[in-house]
Nanobody, 117 residues
């Protein structure tokens, strides 16, 4: 059974920081491209950051320089360090995995991040 379990969300003031974690099980983690997405109320789900199996990263323009994605293959876990948070970062953040060969994709249940101004 595949599970992606996010944690670390919460309420933070404008300019604050949070660190999200996503622990994966049931997948061959090292063969998966991992990503964070987010969805704010009334908006479509959008890509925040990705990290390849080799550790290459990519970010949405809106979070460049503020967010950092990383992975620990030994723990089958990815992280999203979020600094200088803004009210527009408020959303449910989702973890995503995509197998590099098959393309099979899985989603976590999401964790709420709320930034108060």
């Amino acid at each position: 059974q595949v599970q992606l379990v996010e944690s670390g969300g919460g309420l933070v003031q404008d300019g604050g920081s949070l660190r999200l974690s996503c622990s994966a099980s049931g997948i061959r983690f090292m063969f998966n491209v991992m990503a964070w997405y987010r969805q704010a109320p009334g908006n479509e789900r959008e890509l925040v950051a990705t990290i390849t199996t080799g550790g290459n990263t990519n970010y949405a323009d809106s979070v460049k320089g503020r967010f950092t994605i990383s992975r620990d293959n030994a723990k089958s876990t990815i992280y999203l360090q979020m600094n200088s948070l803004k009210s527009e970062d408020t959303a449910v953040y989702y973890c995503n995995s995509k197998h590099m060969s098959s393309g099979r994709t899985y989603w976590g249940q999401g964790t709420q991040v709320t930034v108060s101004s």
